[in-house]
């Protein structure tokens, strides 16, 4: 026979069921008499620290609900993400990176928030980035609020520009003469090889993709029809600025090789790099580490065709499954709201406000550390593109990366040869069916 609980835990239990006392909790931990939400997030201590802080806040607020932050690291979060949506085990609240964020979708794992929003004139819609808005609407519909967004720009190493002899970059790209040909040229000034011909210095590091996009929108080029079912990898513009990329490891030598950049040979905290295009979210990694040297950000060069970067930003999503819908919305919008904004965004720096009020405040904009120039960030999210992220990105990026690591790898030399083989391999497999 089942052992029964002593009497004094069958009395405490019946007790917090009947009159819901503040210091009695459910089995599951949430207090008893209030909503409980789970709420599944990853990011940097420092973010995660304060992100707690901020759920504390909210809880006092509204003494009906319960939110619980659940961590999971970076490294795991998409898998873990998937299998709990899949399983109908994912918390109510939950960030989902927008790589993945259309697929999901598409799989009917997110609640319409849509209606919510059309209920809710506090949400203030025309304070939110429009581009922040496009990321998170599919269909015409709304299925999350953007959070950790902003846009790809450069970093740079102030000390290094002075060194050479360069006019700093900012100061040219206020002046509209920042140009990728101008790049290239202080790249070249950066570099600094020993007696053997091996860098000890380089002018940057060739960024991942997708940053590498910058480059070919520069020169007109694209890398998906507008419709998303034809490969642009062929495009005269995406040929050019992929070869400017690989132009600067091989022909130029301002930019290490794969293999010279192994074990984080160069990295800009190190000092032995002039600059790299990166996100924002790298702004308070920079803070804490870069003590040796001056720098700063600046907007991506000019091209021939103009000088838009890629924006992305991630979305806070309500389960499907969830049992509370009503209460996890008003979390949500809680998190995406002007204050919480101003905490994560403005004093932590972690990634760009999707809200116009935050990043056009003083309190975003003054600083007394660096970066000093925010009006770059600023400038990068007016102008800027998303990315062409589609329930079939996950697909067709793997094939374009394979072909342009044979490119940057040097196994090829010429972008054309690569990036049209890349082109009928893409095209072939977005003509298949992808079975969602």
């Keep these: 026979m089942p052992r029964r609980p002593p009497p004094s835990l069958a009395l405490a239990a019946l007790a917090c069921l009947v009159l819901a006392t503040p210091g009695c909790r459910r089995a599951d931990g949430c207090p008893a008499g209030k909503v409980c939400l789970r709420y599944m997030a990853w ?17 006092a607020q509204n003494p009906d609900l319960h939110v619980r932050l659940f961590r999971v690291p970076g490294s795991a979060y998409a898998q873990k993400a998937v299998l709990m949506l899949a399983s109908r085990t994912a918390p109510d609240v939950m960030r989902v990176d927008h790589y993945n ?28 980035w429009p581009t922040a808005i496009e990321e998170c609407t599919v269909g015409g519909r709304l299925y999350g609020l953007n959070v950790l967004f902003g846009g790809i720009l450069m970093y740079y190493n102030k000390d290094l520009f002075a060194q050479a002899g360069l006019e700093d970059p900012y ?5 509209g003469e920042w140009t990728w ?14 007696e053997k011909g091996r860098p000890k210095v380089v002018g940057l590091t060739i960024p991942p993709f997708p940053n ?23 495009d005269p513009g995406t040929i050019q600025g992929y070869q400017y990329w690989a132009d600067l490891v091989w ?78 919305w008003r979390f949500v919008k809680y998190l995406t709201s002007a204050p919480s904004e101003k905490r994560l965004y403005a004093e932590i720096r972690r990634c760009f406000p999707t809200r116009k009020s935050v990043a056009t405040s003083p309190t975003y904009l ?8 925010m009006d770059a960030f600023l400038r990068s999210v007016e102008t ?23 490119l940057m790898a040097g196994r090829e030399r010429d972008a054309g040869v690569v990036l049209r083989r890349a082109k009928r391999r893409i095209d072939e497999a977005l003509a298949e069916d992808p079975g969602f």
């Excluded at 964020?101 to 939110?128: A, M, N, S």
């Excluded at 040909?181 to 020993?194: F, L, N, P, S």
């Excluded at 580490?289 to 806070?316: E, M, Y």
């Excluded at 800027?384 to 044979?406: A, C, H, K, M």
Aim: proline share 8%; net charge negative.
């Design 171 to 175: 100061i040219l790209w206020k002046r």
């Design 181 to 194: 040909e101008r790049m290239r040229q202080a790249a070249k000034a950066i570099t600094k090889r020993d």
């Design 101 to 128: 964020f259309p697929q999901l979708v598409e799989r009917r794992y997110f609640r319409d928030l849509t209606p919510y929003l059309q209920k809710d004139p506090d949400v203030g819609l025309d304070d939110f």
């Design 212 to 234: 590498t996009i910058v480059a070919a929108w520069g020169h007109g080029g694209e890398l998906l029809s507008a419709d998303m079912k034809t490969s642009l990898a062929d």
């Design 43 to 59: 990011g940097n201590p420092e973010q995660l620290a304060v992100e707690q802080e901020m759920i504390e806040a909210f809880n």
């Design 251 to 328: 022909k130029d030598r301002v930019a290490p090789t794969p293999a010279q950049g192994a074990n984080a040979a160069f990295t800009f905290e190190s000092g032995k790099v002039g600059f790299v295009f990166d996100w924002m979210g790298m702004t308070p990694r920079y803070r804490a580490v870069v003590k040796s040297f001056a720098w700063d950000v600046c907007p991506i060069p000019r091209g021939p065709v103009g000088g838009q970067t890629c924006i992305k930003g991630n979305q806070l999503v309500v389960s499907a499954n969830s049992p509370n819908p009503d209460a996890a």
């Design 384 to 406: 800027g593109r998303v990315l062409p992220i589609d329930e079939r990105w996950g697909e067709w990026t793997q094939i374009f990366n394979s072909e342009v690591d044979n």
């Design 366 to 373: 003054e600083t007394d550390k660096p970066p000093f120039q």
